[in-house]
């Protein structure tokens, strides 16, 4: 890689990527509790207001109706009473190894929350789509690289019109329901069940939890295949999905209440569909970064040894200690597993978006073209219809849920979520990030959201939960309840990151040589067994064996970092659920899902 080639690379980064303001300004105050929770969080409470938020528009443009949507009189008014409240749901749920017993919470929460027993939630007229973090591998085609079979690659299609078998609305691959078409809520609800139990968990390991959603809802140029020509070291877009077009305009109605959560328990590893992206998902050794990227990845020195000219002034390259080990890294330095991880410490380079391109695409009116590189109507937005305050996002993701948890859940029964608000006032995002952006970065105060393969009870300074007291534990403990949060720390071996927390299965999985031979999603076979993994130890404590106890989970930072960008559109939630008894009110994800209903509720308002 020359580097005239990576500059041309980045230049094209900072062009695709920078563009665009932010709305942060024109978002709407959230009312929230004195602690900042969200009225109507707690089982009975009444549901958050959205004081700010206007209708841009009633009527879809042009005379054009949807599903459940009045029909325009000639002179443009609408005839009936009054218009239905329309929600446009859509899931973007992790399709990777050990998503399962996630998956099957989700299930609960999300029929909860749209059922008749779920919290106020006045829309009368919903669609709800499912799509996975499987894209596959942005180029790589070679036999030993990552995600290259075609269960690894969903194309950010709908779910309903990719697994057979499963029922949707008048065949458009979602589901919906409205009071004035051939379609229930009843119906509708009964058809989610069998949908989510057919993401699955063998999807491609590099979860583009981002990336998928954007590309389904925003990309005005989603890529349909992405492929090496023979003799370049860069992948091309060769065409556009014309299926992604045609699912996104029969699903996103331009009047709705949009609202996206996003499932998954790995941080987002949303690769660059072009350029030099699809080194992530190749076999071969990654190129190695200069020493500034050790000690501070946002030093203007910190570049790729495969580069053949420093920064400006910088020191030469063909002199840099690190880079004098050789352009690439050793294979125990660059396990595939671990490829999405910190890419500007160990690389030199960034090979996934940033987060300001999702920031935008749910915030800002224009986005950017692809063959272009011109600013186009976000579809989102398309004639002017929705109001930022009307597209919410969470993200039910790797964090523990104490850091997301208001002061009495802390110490008392149930879980009710600290609003946006309410985290920027406590200072959680802190916790949670710490500071990714200084120079050098600031590292987050949980422990537990720290970021790296190694034991992080000898590693780090930062042991303690400043909240819970809570403190990392060595790898050679035996009690997988050691702390409450994550059980203890991994032997990893360099294969893998450290989690964030943990929880007990519903029902311990076996992990024997039959489960092997069927492709089972497990950790805990026999060859797993020398890393120790909290996971694999009975609840009573003891060595670890062939049977999975506990579910796991890792820092979702990028994920966590849109949520905190989005101020009070965000809705941000644990995939470690505190309540485990199916009979209590905040079982699973349904504090998520109260907290996200509380949201759109008060967008719901706001339309005529």
């Keep these: ?63 054009a109706t949807s599903m459940g949507g009045a029909v325009l009189s000639p002179d443009g008014s609408i005839p009936s009473a009054r218009p239905l409240h329309k929600l446009d749901l859509l899931l973007m749920v992790d399709n990777s190894l050990d998503m399962a017993e996630k998956q099957r919470l989700l299930k609960d ?120 020509p023979f003799g370049s070291s860069q992948a091309i877009v060769q065409d556009i999905d014309a299926t992604v077009l045609a699912q996104r305009a029969a699903f996103l109605r331009p009047d709705s209440v949009l609202a996206i959560v996003v499932l998954s328990d790995e941080n987002d590893c949303s690769v660059v569909s072009e350029g030099y992206g699809w080194l992530v998902t190749r076999a071969a050794p990654m190129y190695r970064g200069t020493s500034a990227c050790q000690e501070n990845p946002n030093d203007k020195c910190c570049q790729s040894c495969a580069e053949t000219t420093p920064n400006a002034g910088c020191p030469s390259i063909s002199t840099d200690p690190a880079c004098a080990l050789g352009n690439t890294l050793p294979v125990q330095d660059d396990d595939l597993n671990l490829r999405c991880w910190e890419q500007k410490r160990r690389y030199g380079f960034e090979l996934l978006y940033p987060i300001e391109r999702y920031q935008q695409g749910l915030t800002d009116q224009l986005v950017l073209q692809r063959s272009t590189a011109q600013l186009v109507a976000n579809p989102i937005f398309a004639g002017r219809q929705r109001h930022p305050s009307q597209v919410i996002f969470s993200g039910i993701v790797g964090v523990p849920w104490q850091d997301l948890a208001d002061k009495a859940s802390l110490g008392g029964p149930g879980l009710t979520l600290l609003t946006a608000a309410g985290l920027a006032g406590q200072k959680r995002w802190e916790l949670m990030l710490g500071d990714p952006a200084a120079s050098p970065p600031v590292r987050a105060l949980d422990p537990f959201m720290l970021e790296t393969p190694l034991d992080r009870s000898t590693s780090s300074s930062i042991r303690k939960h400043p909240l819970t007291g809570d403190e990392t534990v060595p790898s050679t403990s035996l009690e997988p309840g050691a702390n409450a949060i994550n059980g203890h720390e991994t032997d990893t071996y360099n294969r893998n990151l450290q989690a964030a927390c943990i929880f007990p299965r519903a029902t311990p999985k076996v992990c024997d040589e039959d489960a092997f031979n069927t492709d089972t999603a497990c950790r805990c076979f026999q060859e797993d067994l020398v890393y120790n993994n909290p996971v694999c130890q009975p609840p009573g404590g003891g060595q670890a064996n062939t049977t999975q106890y506990y579910e796991a989970a890792y820092p979702g930072v990028r994920h966590l970092q849109l949520l905190k960008s989005l101020g009070n559109n965000a809705v941000p939630a644990s995939i470690c659920p505190k309540v485990l008894e199916p009979d209590h009110p905040d079982f699973g994800y349904r504090p998520a899902m109260r907290a996200l209903a509380a949201r759109v509720q008060g967008a719901l308002a706001a339309l005529p």
């Design 1 to 63: 890689m020359g580097k005239r080639s990576l500059a041309v690379l980045l230049v094209g980064a900072a062009l695709a990527w920078g563009c665009g303001k932010t709305n942060a300004d024109r978002r709407d105050r959230e009312t929230s509790g004195g602690d900042g929770t969200a009225e109507g969080a707690r089982p009975g409470g009444t549901a958050a207001s959205d004081t700010g938020a206007t209708n841009q528009g009633a009527a879809a443009s042009g005379g």
């Design 109 to 228: 929460a999300v029929s909860w929350m749209l059922g008749a027993d779920g919290p106020p939630l006045s829309a009368d007229d919903v669609h709800v789509g499912v799509v996975t973090s499987s894209l596959g591998s942005f180029g790589a085609q070679g036999a030993k690289d990552v995600c290259v079979t075609a269960q690894d690659n969903d194309h950010a299609h709908l779910l309903g019109s990719l697994r057979p078998g499963l029922e949707t609305f008048q065949n458009s691959g979602f589901l919906a329901w409205a009071p004035d078409v051939e379609a229930d809520r009843d119906t509708a609800l009964a058809q989610l069940a069998p949908m989510l139990d057919a993401v699955g968990e063998q999807g491609c390991g590099y979860e583009a939890s981002l990336e998928a959603w954007y590309r389904f809802l925003v990309d005005p140029e989603p890529p349909g295949t992405v492929a090496v």
